[in-house]
């Protein structure tokens, strides 16, 4: 169960890593072929803000890759379950305000392993 649960932080922990590149250094060339629906004319004068929302990720990150250095498993769980937890609330409202794919992509997989902590 510990393999599977390290495996799920590593795999959210690397989303956010991506989504910080994306948001941070890639907002502009590769936005527009992902948000569609966002005017294309306004990926330029977001980009400060895109970046602000990257560095949050690269903080959600950073909070889940420091549970791999933490040898005390009662610690290391109340890490996890804490940025697993902004993970998931993150992943609420990105569905509530923006689209529901957001849930399932970065919502669900940390509710997954909140819940596998919670149970093992």
């Not at 330029?44 to 990150?61: C, D, I, R, W």
């Not at 498993?73 to 923006?98: E, M, P, S």
Request: aromatic content about 18%.
């Amino acid at each position: 169960m510990n393999f599977i649960i390290n495996i799920l932080i590593a795999l959210v922990a690397f989303l956010h890593l991506y989504f910080l590149y994306f948001e941070m250094f890639a907002w502009t060339t590769k936005g527009p072929k992902i948000f569609k629906n966002f005017p294309k004319d306004l990926f330029e004068p977001t980009k400060s803000m895109a970046a602000n929302q990257g560095l949050y990720n690269g903080f959600l990150a950073a909070g889940l890759i420091w549970t791999f250095f933490i040898s005390d498993l009662n610690w290391k769980d109340n890490v996890a379950l804490f940025f697993l937890g902004c993970v998931v609330i993150a992943g609420i409202y990105g569905a509530a305000t923006v689209s529901k794919k957001i849930f399932v992509i970065q919502g669900l997989p940390a509710l997954i392993t909140i819940l596998l902590i919670l149970f093992r």
